[in-house]
């Protein structure tokens, strides 16, 4: 089992999100202003959003750090190396995908 694969690791919880949650972290995936040229070393994914389409998985965002580190697939130069920056993190805790 590698540490670095959320594959290999045993399932917690899943959550489905509604279609407003959804619209607001396609949002702040897709905006740099939320996002600063850092990072935190080698992320260790914590936990990971599927999109699909049609039942297949069309996109991936995965996070690491303690949420502060974000990297998707395919990969979204908008985001530039991941890092949330200070609003980042406090739009992401306002949208809460986790509950």
């Known amino acids: 089992m590698s540490k670095h694969d959320l594959k290999d690791r045993e399932l917690v919880k899943v959550v489905l999100l509604c279609q407003k949650k959804t619209n607001a972290m396609i949002n702040l995936i897709n905006n740099p202003n939320y996002f600063c040229y850092g990072e ?10 599927k999109f699909y389409y049609s039942g297949e998985v069309i996109g991936e965002i995965r996070f690491a750090c303690n949420h502060g580190q ?4 395919p990969y979204n130069m ?15 805790d306002a949208i809460q995908p986790w509950k």
């Open 78 to 92: 908008l985001n530039k190396f991941g890092g949330l920056n200070e609003k980042g993190n406090e739009t992401l």
């Open 40 to 49: 935190c070393g080698t992320g260790i994914p914590e936990s990971e959003m």
């Open 70 to 73: 974000i990297s998707s697939n």
